[in-house]
C-alpha cells in the first residue's frame, strides 16, 4: 500500500487506547517501593545475624562464617535476576511480584 493511499481508522486506534481504570502503573508504585524497602532491611538484618548463628550455636569459625555469609548474600542477590527472566518468559510482572511478597511473608 502506498503512503499516499493508506488511510488512517480512527475507530480501531481508539479501541486499542489502554482502560484507564486497569490499575498498575504509579498507582502500584508504593507498594512495590516499599516491599523493596522492607526486603532489604529484613535481609540485612537476617545476613547479620546469619553471622553471629553461624559462629555462637553452629561453631563455624569467623572467617568461614563470613564466607557462608557472603555465598548467601550473592544468591539472594542474583534471585532477581532469575525472577526477571521468568517473569519476561512466562508471566506477568505483577503475578511475580505477587508471588514473591506471599513467599517473603512466610518466610
Known amino acids: 500500500m502506498r503512503p499516499e493511499n493508506a488511510q488512517f ?13 486497569r490499575g498498575g502503573g504509579w498507582v502500584t508504585l508504593p507498594f512495590i517501593a516499599g516491599n523493596i524497602v522492607l526486603m ?3 535481609v540485612g538484618g ?3 545475624n546469619l553471622i553471629v548463628y553461624l559462629i555462637q550455636k553452629v561453631g563455624v569459625k569467623s572467617i568461614d562464617a563470613a564466607q ?4 548467601v548474600n550473592g ?3 542474583l534471585t532477581p535476576v532469575a525472577g526477571a527472566i521468568i517473569a519476561d518468559s512466562y508471566f506477568g510482572c505483577f503475578a511475580i511480584v505477587e508471588v514473591a511478597s506471599f513467599i517473603a511473608f512466610l518466610i
Open 46 to 48: 537476617a545476613n547479620s
Open 9 to 21: 481508522d480512527v475507530e480501531f486506534a481508539h479501541s486499542k487506547r489502554p482502560d484507564r481504570r
Open 75 to 77: 544468591c539472594m542477590n
Open 40 to 42: 532489604g532491611i529484613a
Open 68 to 71: 557462608i555469609s557472603n555465598i
